[in-house]
């Protein structure tokens, strides 16, 4: 994934040093020699992590970071701070004044690109949150985003899962009381622990006995009700390479051992503010959405909210030079089932395949009802492999199990799909739309139930 990275440092040899690295990633990079240049810029242009250093003349990064931080236009812009302070106090500090991370000088690379790969996978996913927030109320997202300075970080419910029962119990003494603490020493039942219960972050051990910590991150994360519960890492310096894979996996932070009590309670308390803070922009949506964008069958949005969001995400797209897919599906053989079996089972039918449709797509993704039988799925910053596999998860989980929805009856349901993606600054909702059309109908053509990509 691309993204725009501000680096803020006085010093140009650093400076050139952090550029060359995130450069070499793929990276567009922008450069600040000041907190007031910096601030500018992000005031005035679409930044998507600051790189912030701390000692620098005028005004510091503690400062920098506190403005950006109470400011309504850039507050949810990630900030990873970089110094050659290295004693726990500057670290919380930074922490406290609402950073979202920190890195000591010499930075290191693995550390470095780990956590600019997690801040900025989370500013994706808030982008799109506040975006749809934009698209059916904008007074709800002035709202929601003037919701983070009053959203407390204290009652966390926190679950450890750590199979060395006594350094579990010294974790949980330094967040208790402030957070409720549960400890699971069984990794084996961490899907079971989570299910139904209402966890606001899991810290996992990557010193597990007899147990892949990836494995355990990776369940929780294929859970509907957890797939967006922040994990951090408890990781030792050998760690480093699977934690990086870690962060591939989803997983939004970690912290080495020894664990200092105060860091701890910094990233703990930043993790569950913005897991806070994205529940309350979710729920803004719920909340605020008219009844004409959604639909009454199955629950999503309808094609008049899909056709002005469509709008937005492509002018967004092709503005900042990001992929874009877009997926029409079409239920198969669906007038046989109404003609069948009634409109009714026909409408069970719709309902069950939204809910498979939502379950089985990205967090980012926006699935929408198009008409009829058939369907619509937006997905951003997302490349043909990506949308392939999307697509690919889609068609499976409507194939492989039958749809219980007529009485003892269960039907076989299968699902054609035609996939296109943003390929130029000509591209128009409606090209798009016709491009993805057209592979559908190829779909039908070459037999059904498969997933056909446009040949343009």
Known sequence: M?????IVDDIPTNVRLLEARLTAEYYDVVTASSGPQALEICQTSDVDIVLLDVMMPDMDGFEVCRRLKSNVRTQHVPVLMITALDQPSDRVKGLEVGADDFLTKPVDDVQLMARVKSLVRLKSLTDELRARATTGQQIAVEDALRAMDKISTAGGSILIVDTDERHAERIRNYLTPEHSVDILTQPADAVFQV?????????????LTDFDPLRVCSQIRTLENTRTLPIILIADEADKPRVVRALDLGVNDFISRPVERNELAARVRTQIRRYRYAMELRQSVNNTMALAVTDDMTGLYNRRYFDRHLGVMLGKAQTQDRDMALMILDIDHFKAVNDTYG???????????ATRL??????VDLACRFGGEEFVVLMPDTDFGQAELVAER????????????NAGRPLSVTVSAGVTLNESAADTPESLIKRADVALYRAKREGRNRVV???A
């Not at 691309?2 to 501000?6: E, G």
């Not at 939502?358 to 967090?363: P, T």
């Open 453 to 455: 990509f446009d040949a």
């Open 343 to 353: 409109h009714d089972i026909g409408d069970a039918v719709l309902r069950e395949f």
């Open 358 to 363: 939502k379950r089985n797509i990205r967090g």
């Open 394 to 405: 889609v068609r499976q989980s409507i194939a492989e199990k039958v749809f219980e929805v």
């Open 195 to 207: 299910t139904g219960a209402n966890y606001e972050l899991a810290l996992v051990a990557m010193s």
């Open 2 to 6: 691309t993204a725009r990275v501000l």
